[in-house]
Antibody, heavy 120, light 113 residues
């Protein structure tokens, strides 16, 4: 059974750096075809795809946020870390990590999400 | 970037009736080399993460009731709930994974009439 859990701060001040961790169980981040993505959802709004890291360490970013995002993985801990610099109140959202296991980058497995509020 | 537009934004359907949600992409998401449409559908209930219903435009995820079906190709897609049940009240999103950045539709809220 694949489970994901997001962790990180619930409140961040504007201009600070946000670091979120996705801890994965039931799946190895080095298995061919596996990828972990980050998707966010502002309160009451739609889903927005942010980034994806593949088993082979290939990375993809949303072009609109690429300059502020970094995605890495720690295979020893089976974790994926998303870093977002220079946060703004518009970055307030629930942040989800999700796993793709093979074929296309659709997401059968999601974490419960973590709400991050950006406010001074 | 591929933009996904869903219609309608919301709909109210009587229990047991059909619900139809449309999704249109600004570019084709049909990959010619494998003849697959890189399009998925998710269901999201309040306070929950999205749940995958359909991928490759028409393949139902394991465990998803067969009243959910997906169709379409290229740039036009449809999610159909053949007989709406009370537990189907949710927001539904289409998602293209054909190209980076991956993108979602704005969502369609389905309610009971």
């Amino acid at each position: 059974q694949i489970t994901l859990k997001e962790s990180g701060p619930t409140l961040v001040k504007p201009t600070q750096t946000l670091t979120l961790t996705c801890t994965c169980t039931g799946v190895s981040l080095t298995t061919s075809g596996v990828g972990v993505g980050w998707i966010r959802q502002p309160p009451g709004k739609a889903l927005e795809w942010l980034a994806l890291i593949y088993w082979d360490d290939d990375k993809r970013y949303s072009p609109s946020l690429k300059s502020r995002l970094s995605i890495t993985k720690d295979t020893s801990k089976n974790q994926v870390v998303l870093t977002m610099t220079n946060v703004d109140p518009v970055d307030t959202a629930t942040y989800y990590c999700a796993v793709r296991t093979s074929g296309g980058s659709f997401y059968p497995y999601w974490g419960q999400g973590t709400l991050v509020t950006v406010s001074s | 970037d591929i933009v996904m537009t869903q219609s309608p934004d919301s709909l109210a359907v009587s229990l047991g009736e059909r619900a139809t949600i449309n999704c249109k992409s600004t570019q084709s998401v049909l990959y010619n080399s494998d003849s697959k449409n890189y399009l998925a559908w998710y269901q999201q209930k309040p306070g929950q993460p999205p749940k995958l219903l359909i991928y490759w435009a028409s393949t139902r995820e394991s465990g998803v009731p067969d009243r959910f079906s997906g169709s379409g190709s290229g740039t036009d897609f449809t999610l159909t709930i053949s007989s709406l049940q009370a537990e189907d009240v949710a927001v539904y999103y289409c998602h293209q994974y054909y190209s980076t950045p991956s993108s979602f539709g704005q969502g369609t809220k389905v309610e009971i009439k």
